[in-house]
């Protein structure tokens, strides 16, 4: 079974409070030097069968579709190795 990453983020035209509302509250718990910060989603799709060009593609219709506001917000899909998949664990 593969992995496959979808990240969403806000268009950097786009105002973004969560971000804004966490960027102010990192000096007041002591995290200073941070310039920006934007919130985004991200979602981990376990596909079945082979992780072919037809796949890809349905997950990018999927992305599209369902997951993000092409309006106002960009996606970006990554094919996940189980190494990284591993180390992003072990992070954890």
């Known amino acids: 079974m593969a992995r496959v990453v979808v990240d969403v983020m806000l268009k950097p035209e786009i105002l973004d409070p969560q ?3 966490v ?3 990192l000096p007041r718990l002591g995290f200073e030097g941070i310039a920006d910060v934007r919130q985004g989603k991200r979602f981990e799709l376990e596909v079945e069968g082979p992780l072919d060009d037809a796949a ?3 997950i990018h219709e999927i ?6 506001n092409t309006v106002i917000e960009d996606f970006d899909v ?10 992003a664990k072990a992070e954890s």
């Open 19 to 21: 971000g804004q509302a």
């Open 23 to 25: 960027q102010r509250a």
């Open 56 to 58: 890809l593609a349905r």
């Open 63 to 68: 992305a599209e579709t369902f997951l993000a």
């Open 78 to 87: 990554k094919v996940e190795t189980a190494e990284a998949g591993a180390a």
